[in-house]
């Protein structure tokens, strides 16, 4: 079970928005730590897509937003394309016993 | 350019012990904490712990202080991650990652900007 809680699953058309949502707790996201987000394609490794919560890495294309309130985050994608499919994950740090850097379960954004 | 180059897939008995080695280029390599990430198949990504690749120091995720030893050679520019005591359960994809380009303010707001190709590593009797 993660400690960042994040929909297995969301779907859009071409052109359309979505958003993920990363639900945490006083320990990680709650407590002030930045939440960043990845973007992985199957079979290869996970990229930077947001860092410090809104912030894009250069060569991000601004149809990618983060958000951070309270104990959550949320991930937005806008003008859906079809290579924008891939699994998504939140990731922050947590000062509880349970480990440090921390990931959520992920979620797999399919373009109808 | 900045990359980190890890080790061939291994296979494995359950029981048994595997060393993952990680090496970087294109940076100094004392000077950034490295991290190891891993991923069963189709699962998700799971923090197991970092060096400071300067002084040496590391931190687990308590799930798996037990059983994993992380590494460097700072003359090879080199991170290694050693897993024991290994189950089917840690057949898996391990990375290994930094913080090149996005430092945060303070080591715990770094993000993972930098990613090795990673290693599957099987374990099966």
């Known amino acids: 079970q993660s400690v960042l809680t994040q929909p297995p699953s969301v779907s859009g058309a071409p052109g359309q928005r979505v958003t993920i949502s990363c639900t945490g707790s006083s320990s990680n996201i709650g407590a002030g730590y930045d939440v960043h987000w990845y973007q992985q394609i199957p079979g290869t490794a996970p990229q930077l897509l947001i860092y410090a919560n809104t912030k894009r890495p250069s060569g991000v294309p601004d149809r990618f937003s983060g958000s951070k309130s309270a104990t959550s985050a949320s991930l937005a994608i806008t003008g859906l394309q079809a290579d924008d499919e891939a699994d998504y994950y939140c990731?922050?740090?947590?000062?509880?016993?349970?480990?440090?850097?921390?990931f959520g379960g992920g979620t797999k954004l399919t373009v109808l | 350019q900045v990359q980190l180059v890890q080790s061939g897939a291994e296979v494995k008995k359950p029981g048994a012990s595997v060393k993952l080695s990680c090496k970087g280029s294109?940076?100094?390599?004392?000077?950034?904490?490295i991290h190891w990430v891993r991923q069963a198949p189709g699962q998700r990504l799971e923090w197991m712990g970092w060096i400071n690749a300067g002084n040496g120091d590391t931190k687990y995720s308590q799930r798996f202080q037990d059983r994993v030893t992380i590494t460097r050679d700072t003359s090879a520019s080199s991170a290694y991650m050693a897993v024991s005591s290994l189950r089917p359960e840690d057949t898996a994809v391990y990375y290994c990652?930094?913080?090149?380009?996005?430092?945060?303010?303070?080591?715990?707001?770094?993000?993972?900007?930098?990613w090795g190709h990673g290693t599957m590593v099987t374990v099966s009797s």
């Open positions: 990652a930094i913080t090149y380009y996005y430092d945060g303010i303070n080591y715990y707001d770094d993000p993972l900007d930098i």
């Open positions: 294109g940076y100094t390599f004392y000077a950034y904490n």
């Open positions: 990731q922050s740090y947590d000062s509880s016993l349970s480990g440090l850097w921390v």
